[in-house]
Structure formats: C-alpha cells, structure tokens
C-alpha cells in the first residue's frame, strides 16, 4: 500500500512538473513569436531617385503630404515622429525601432550625395498580420514622386 501511495504521489509530481513545464513553453512561445514578428514581420524596403536639386526639407515634406493624405496612413504621422534630422537625412516615424507594436512604421533616409530616398515600411497587426505594406509602400512611392516632381 505504501508503495502505491509512493508510486500515485511520483506521478502527481511528474504532472505537476510537466503542466508548470508547458505553461512556460506557452509563454515563452508568445514572447519568441512576437521577437520573431519584429523580426521578420511584414515590412517592405524600397529605394527611388530624387530630384538633385530637392532639399532634404523638401523630400520630409512631401512624405509629410502623402502620409497625412492617406487616411489609412495618417496614424503614422498623429503620434509623431521619433527622428526628424534634416542634416544627416534621416525621418523616423514613433516606435519605428519599438518592437512588438501594431500599426504602420516609417523610416526614410535621403542621401544627397546619390539623390536617392531609401524607405522603409513596417505594417503589422495583431498575431503579426499583415496590414498591406506592400500596397501602401507602392502608394507612398508614387505620391512622394508625383510631389517631388511638382
């Protein structure tokens, strides 16, 4: 008797161990898949030509027009931006770098010396959907495009 009560307790303990076990692995789960969305998460890059003769003011402003102009895209602008440089080129929208957040993120860098515009979108949502940066990335080129050719 005393050995099944030792062998019933030994199997308790196990189980005990093994749901505290996956509990854990559930939580650590959710930390790594966020980590990874962050990651590896929808985003799209995109590079394109600039007038040499736009300033770097210029280019900030027409990406100012086009996100504002879009009411999809007009949140990326409402909580500010993080970097605004206009001498080393760069414009980073809030929580650009912050990982783990929903919504549209923007980083944009100007390089005057090879008159380009280097974009950068993040897009995801809840459970890392993705929210159509492609779209929106393709939206975003053309209508700083058609501003800067004005």
């Known amino acids: 008797m005393v050995r099944k009560c030792k062998a019933l307790a ?4 196990k189980a005990g161990r093994a749901a505290a076990l996956a509990v854990a692995g559930l939580l650590s789960g959710c ?15 995109a590079s394109m030509a600039i007038p040499q003769d736009a300033s770097v003011e210029e280019v900030f402003a027409c990406i100012d027009q ?7 895209r007009s949140s990326l ?6 970097v605004r440089d206009p001498e ?8 650009y ?3 783990n957040v929903s919504g549209f993120r923007l980083r944009a ?25 492609d779209h929106e990335m393709s939206k975003l080129k ?3 495009s058609r501003c800067l050719q004005r």
């Open 10 to 13: 030994n199997v308790k303990a």
């Open 31 to 45: 930390s790594v898949s966020s980590g990874l969305c962050d990651a590896f998460g929808p985003s799209k890059h």
């Open 66 to 72: 086009e996100i504002t102009a879009g009411a999809d």
């Open 77 to 82: 602008v409402e909580r500010g931006y993080a």
């Open 88 to 95: 080393a080129g760069m414009l980073e929208t809030e929580h």
């Open 97 to 99: 770098s912050t990982p």
């Open 109 to 133: 860098e100007v390089s005057k010396k090879a008159s380009r515009l280097d974009l950068s979108l993040r897009g995801a949502g809840a459970y890392c959907t993705d929210l159509g940066v």
């Open 142 to 144: 053309s209508g700083v």
